[in-house]
T-cell receptor
Framework: GENVEQHPSTLSVQEGDSAVIKCTYS??????FPWYKQELGKGPQLIID?????GEKKDQRIAVTLNKTAKHFSLHITETQPEDSAVYFCAASASWGKLQFGAGTQVVVTP | NAGVTQTPKFRILKIGQSMTLQCTQDMNHNYMYWYRQDPGMGLKLIYYSVGAGITDKGEVPNGYNVSRSTTEDFPLRLELAAPSQTSVYFC???????????FGPGTRLLVL
């Protein structure tokens, strides 16, 4: 089955700097790659997703890139703000909708 | 819309007890899912459903059961609770495959 690895497990950045989280997947049939943000005590919430027919997608300060050849995808957050502090999960799906999640990255933005 | 709601928020169980975690969605989604989240381990799929009357096992189904009698509800049953089932449980729903999964706020379960 699909295996998703996520790095780093924790990431501390200064406010205004950029943050990058990387994920790799194992199943070459995967074609849907969402990113979820989880704030303390809440359920995960989708922040951006990308499908395999696209190499990059951007939404304001958030961007995701996908390299299908290398089987990796990344989340980029620019101009980080304190409210970006949360746990971020990548996921990959090869079949009808059974997402395989990475282990998560704790992002801490310090003023 | 309330989205996905879960009850209870928190529960302590003794070993061997049973309980049902409730999940309801009001978005008329066909697809519903149950995940467990252990510290530092991401989310693991327990069971999922593609519509009323249809359920299937996910990655970690042992010790759990589900039913789906209506589009809105997808309860998760724990029989003979064990300490290994201490976790945070999330229910989610989606309109279709390859679409956003909407998560509930979670149920924190402690088995002692």
């Amino acid at each position: 089955g699909e295996n998703v690895e996520q790095h780093p497990s924790t990431l501390s950045v200064q406010e205004g700097d950029s943050a990058v989280i990387k994920c790799t997947y194992s199943d070459s049939a995967s074609n849907y790659f969402p990113w979820y943000k989880q704030e303390l005590g809440k359920g995960p919430q989708l922040i951006i997703d990308i499908r395999s027919n696209v190499g990059e997608k951007k939404d304001q300060r958030i961007a995701v890139t996908l390299n299908k050849t290398a089987k990796h995808f990344s989340l980029h957050i620019t101009e980080t703000q304190p409210e970006d502090s949360a746990v971020y999960f990548c996921a990959a799906s090869a079949s009808w909708g059974k997402l395989q999640f990475g282990a998560g990255t704790q992002v801490v933005v310090t003023p | 819309n309330a989205g996905v709601t879960q009850t209870p928020k928190f529960r302590i169980l003794k070993i061997g007890q049973s309980m049902t975690l409730q999940c309801t969605q009001d978005m008329n989604h066909n697809y519903m899912y149950w995940y467990r989240q252990d510290p530092g381990m991401g989310l693991k799929l327990i069971y999922y459903s593609v519509g009323a009357g249809i359920t299937d096992k996910g990655e970690v189904p042992n010790g759990y059961n589900v039913s789906r009698s209506t589009t809105e509800d997808f309860p998760l049953r724990l029989e003979l609770a064990a300490p290994s089932q201490t976790s945070v449980y999330f229910c989610a729903s989606s309109y279709s495959t390859r679409e956003t999964q909407y998560f509930g706020p979670g149920t924190r379960l402690l088995v002692l």
